[in-house]
């Protein structure tokens, strides 16, 4: 269950950032937006990205979960509450990234990179104790992090959306956070 969450996140990354290569790419080829249009593109892009991925987590995490047996014992308020804040933190982490990529074979590169050392800093993979605390704390930083602790805490011990209030509040600073790095970059490309 743990890796689900992880593909989640990195097929995000990954496709948002080729659209941003690919985007970048193209770019000389057409006229560039205004900046007045940068917060409207970034939210409707948002936007998209959020609808589309609501439906990836709920056929995750009830169709994939039924045919592997994975236990659930979440309540789906709590669980589509828990994966908001996870899919705006990724979704706006993929779109500051993505405006960092020129052609659309380096954001496959990059990106495809950061999977394994997700999974050693989410703490499923390699026990936390074993892991020293700075960076415990900077893997804070990557949305699967707190992402997997509080899914698993939701899906298999039934945890409620009280008990996983730290990784909740961890993935609304990220989403706000990673909000303002992608309005940034889209500020950015509207000015060149």
């Known amino acids: 269950p743990a890796v689900l969450v992880l593909i989640l996140q990195q097929t995000l990354l990954i496709g948002i950032g080729l659209l ?21 593109r970034l939210l409707g892009r948002a936007l998209f990205y959020l609808v589309l991925y609501s439906v990836y987590a709920v056929l995750v995490f009830t169709v994939v979960y039924r045919i592997y047996g994975f236990p659930e014992r979440s309540r789906g308020l709590d669980l589509a509450l828990f994966a908001l804040p996870f899919l705006l933190a990724c979704i706006f982490l993929a779109l500051a990234l993505g405006a960092l990529f ?23 993979a390699w026990p936390l104790e074993a892991v020293p605390s700075w960076l415990r704390a900077v893997s804070l930083l990557v949305p699967s992090t707190s992402g997997i602790a509080g ?22 600073a990220l989403a706000g956070a990673y909000f303002l790095a992608a309005w940034l970059a889209e500020r950015r490309r509207a000015v060149r």
Do not use: I, K, Y
């Open 151 to 172: 899914f698993l805490r939701l899906t298999e011990m039934g945890a409620e959306l009280r008990h996983v209030r730290f990784e909740w509040l961890v993935l609304w």
């Open 20 to 40: 941003g290569g690919t985007a970048a790419e193209r770019r000389g080829t057409g006229p560039a937006p205004p900046a007045s249009l940068g917060m409207t």
């Open 102 to 124: 020129t052609r659309r074979e380096t954001a496959m590169q990059v990106l495809l990179f950061t999977s394994l050392p997700s999974v050693f800093l989410a703490g499923f």
